[in-house]
Each structure stands twice: as C-alpha cells, then as structure tokens.
C-alpha cells in the first residue's frame, strides 16, 4: 500500500509541474525524462525481473513508432487509436522474438545478441521499403489539437507521458507482488530450479517480453507524435536500446523506482554537459557510458540500491 501512495503523489507531484511553470525548457526536461524513464521501466520488466538481458530494445520501439506513423499517413486511423495499436503491436513483436529465442533456451549474452541483430536487420529491411519512407523517413503533418493526439505546448505531451510512466510504475509494483512476479523472478535466479517447482519458464519469460514490448511500443508511438518525424535510424537504432538499459541499470534494476531515478539523474546530467561544453556529436553515449563503468564498479545495485543503504543504515541509527 504504501508504493501506491508513492506513485501517487509522485504522478501529483509532475502533474504539478505545468502549473508551476511555463518554462519550455523546464517543461522539455521534465517530459524528456519521463520518455526515458518509460524506456527504462520497459527494459527492466525484462532484464530486471526476468534477468533476460537485451541489446536490441529498439526493435520494439521502432515497430510501435512506426505503426503510429503509417497508421495514420497511410491507414488513416486516428492518433489515439493508433497509440494503442503501437503498445499492442509492440508486445506482439516481442512475443514472436521471445517464441524464436525462448523455445530454443537463448538466454544471456546469446539472448542480448540476437535481439540485437533483429533490430538491425529491422533497420536494413526499413532503409529497403517505400512505405517506411525508406532512408528519408516518415513525417507526420501538425494538427494541433487534443483528438490529434498533437498539444500546443510540451505540458500536453508532458501530461500523456507521465500517464504512460504511472502505469508502467503500477505493472512493476504488480510483478513486485504477484505470483507472475514471483514465477519471473524465480527464473531469473535459478531457471531449472524455478522448473522443478512447477514453473513454466517459457511461459513467463513470454509473458515478461511481451509487457516489456508493449511499454516499448508505447514510447516509440509518443516519439512519432511529438517530433512528427521517423527514420530506420532512429527507430531502429542502437541509441534508444542503450539509453533504456543504461537508465534501468544505473538506477537499479528490478526495482519500482530504480529507472525512473537512472533516467533522470542522467537525463540532468546530459542537459548540464550540454550547457557547460556544448553540443558535440555521441556526447550522450559518452556520458552513459562514462556512468555506467562507474555504476558497476562501485556501486552495482545502482542509485535505489544506494538510497536503501542509506535507509537501513538511518534506521540501524536510530534503533542504537
């Protein structure tokens, strides 16, 4: 009970944040962070609870994104039925890579490269067809308006991402305390133990990937709406898959909060390089980098595990 009240004045204290101010910049950030926190907490259903590492996230990204586009330039659907579409569509693309790599026990680094190769064959097939916009993409035309799915300020979109991040927060406090959470987590520890006791790890790691690419599908579909625009290269690409894995390890894999706090203490950090030094080009893929050698070196359960230290060491504190 007490996580739910955490959420919730969390969701209040970010639905705040328009009323506060007006910034663009600000506005920007805050929406920007919880984009990547949506990465991050899509990842980490997978590789943090499951323990089904992957390199290649963006391949669901790329199929939500692009059913946002094509669907409404050449299906003429609806953005907010095509929203949904993207999330579905998602979770159908993981559950047919899950089914391919699952069925036949890849699982470790042999899971993390094969997702990582269909991504990029992915992107060779969309650079190849005409209805992707092959190498120039695919632009959506501004209609601003609520029905549109297109807001007239950042506080709109900032206002649909955090709805997206609450609900992915509340499915992680369901893996947290469910037995569906307890059969994944039971194979991530020990897979042929957890099948002595009657687990179906098959089962639950398709479960797993298919949340996982759903909530991926989603954030692929907010990116299409608010910068209007999608490429193989950005869909496909491997930015998006490191930023969601990088966030969900430096803040604390399988945990609630961890990848929200990864995603924004780096997203900050990011921001405040740019201003000091400027832009330049793979500045971001330095710095993730650059934290994440720090991250697992010294400390390994990340920024939650960190904060949880400091908690236990308070309360030892206060009991002496």
Known sequence: MKSLLHIALFAVAVALVPLVTDSGTWLNFVMMA???SLLAQAWNLLGGFGGQFSFGHALFFGFGAYVQ?????QGGLNPWVALVLAGLTGA????????????YGLKGSYFA???LAFAEVCRILALSVPFTGAGVGLMIPLQESVANLQFGSRAGYLYLMLVLV?????????????RFGAYLQAVRDNEDAARAIGVDPFRVKLGAIALSGGFMGLAGAFY????QYIDPAIAFGSHTS???????????IGTLWGPLLGAFALHLLADLTRNLFGEFPGIN???????LVLIVMFFPRGIAGIGQSVTRLWKGAGRG
């Open 92 to 103: 159908l693309v993981g559950v047919l890579v899950g089914a391919l790599s699952f069925r």
């Open 34 to 36: 919880l984009y990547a």
């Open 224 to 227: 299409v709406q608010v910068f």
């Open 285 to 291: 893929m330095v710095i993730y980098g650059s934290v």
């Open 242 to 252: 490191v930023e969601a894995l990088v966030a969900a390890i430096v803040g604390g």
């Open 113 to 115: 490269l094969v997702t």
């Open 69 to 73: 586009a094509i669907g409404q330039l």
């Open 166 to 178: 609450v609900i992915a927060l509340l499915v992680t406090r369901w893996l947290q305390h469910s």
